[in-house]
């Protein structure tokens, strides 16, 4: 594996929505941006075209096209089919399953639309990715892996919530890892993306973000200046990477706050702080509020819930 694979197995997939299309006649959709997620159009026969960033591609069966920030694009049958602004050409659109619709019509296109929710708080590098990479069945890096999965997406009504899951993360993590790689060459920190020794570092310091990690020795590992990785790191990062070592410490602390019942001491400790005073400055800072009272807030819809059903009882 890859150091690039590595960084997009960090990106944390918190669900998907998988939908089959069966289209006919003249079809299309307006979508807008959508926060927090990434957009799969996968197609099985037929074909359309997708417009997004002032880029043109033609979809063909057996094709896809992966929208790594679900940025505002238009999927239609052909470029003559006009789509108005948050608009649709399709007609007699009705739902026919859970997650399949049909259009009015023969069918002649078959889309399978993969939604993925993503945690995008910890990657800094989706601005530098394309804003749609399109991916074809030629392709050596998927090669039948993608035909094998495109098959299991169209039917997956027909498959168990944790497969379908399963399936679809594999996507994400396969997905994103290509448009890592196709990269976004003339975008600033596009450069840093494409190092691996950058990378590798990122990734040492997201597996032990409690180290009390000095830059000369993070640069000394991975075979670069202290100089170089603090540059190439800031420009992939849009912040000194001590700043990002201290959002990993924090983004951990509030997970094992909300998970747990460590103490704040012990929390403290495990995310590399030392002391409980200096740990409760430093979430106070980024959170707005101290562990105990961030740790409270959390559980107080479950107390909630356990006091409404025993009033229920």
Do not use: N
Not at 256 to 285: H, Q
Request: charged content about 25%.
């Amino acid at each position: 594996m890859t150091e690039l694979d590595a960084l997009a197995r960090s990106l944390v997939v918190l669900g998907s929505e998988v939908t089959s299309l069966e289209l006919g006649g003249r079809w299309g959709k307006h979508r807008r941006a959508a926060r927090a997620s990434a957009k799969l159009y996968a197609a099985l026969h037929g074909g359309g075209e997708l417009v997004v960033a002032d880029r043109r591609l033609s979809l063909r069966a057996g094709e896809l096209a992966f929208l790594p920030r679900a940025d505002e694009h238009v999927i239609r049958d052909s470029a003559a089919t006009p789509i108005p602004r948050d608009g649709s050409a399709c007609v007699g659109m009705q739902q026919t399953a859970a997650d399949v619709w049909v259009s009015a019509g023969t069918p002649t296109t078959r889309l399978v639309v993969v939604d993925l929710q993503v945690d995008h708080a910890d990657a800094p590098w989706l601005a530098l990715l394309p804003a749609v990479v399109h991916i074809t069945g030629e392709q050596p890096e998927l090669g039948r892996w993608l035909a094998d999965t495109l098959a299991l997406l169209g039917r997956a009504r027909a498959l168990s919530p944790s497969l379908r899951e399963t399936i679809t993360a594999s996507w994400a993590q396969a997905l994103f890892a290509e448009a890592l790689r196709a990269g976004a060459g003339t975008l600033p920190g596009a450069e840093a993306l494409r190092d691996d020794r950058v990378v590798a570092a990122l990734l040492r310091l997201r597996a032990e973000p409690e180290r009390p990690w000095e830059l000369g020795e993070l640069a000394a590992q991975v075979g670069m200046s202290r100089s170089a990785l603090a540059a190439r790191t800031t420009a992939l990062l849009g912040e000194p990477v001590g700043s990002y070592l201290r959002r990993l410490r924090l983004d951990r602390a509030a997970s094992l706050l909300a998970t747990t019942d460590a103490p704040i001491k012990v929390i403290a400790a495990r995310v590399g702080y030392a002391s409980e005073p200096a740990f409760t400055r430093a979430f106070v800072r980024a959170r707005g509020t101290a562990p105990v009272a961030y740790r409270r807030a959390l559980r107080q819809p479950d107390a909630a819930r356990a006091d409404g059903a025993k009033d229920m009882s």
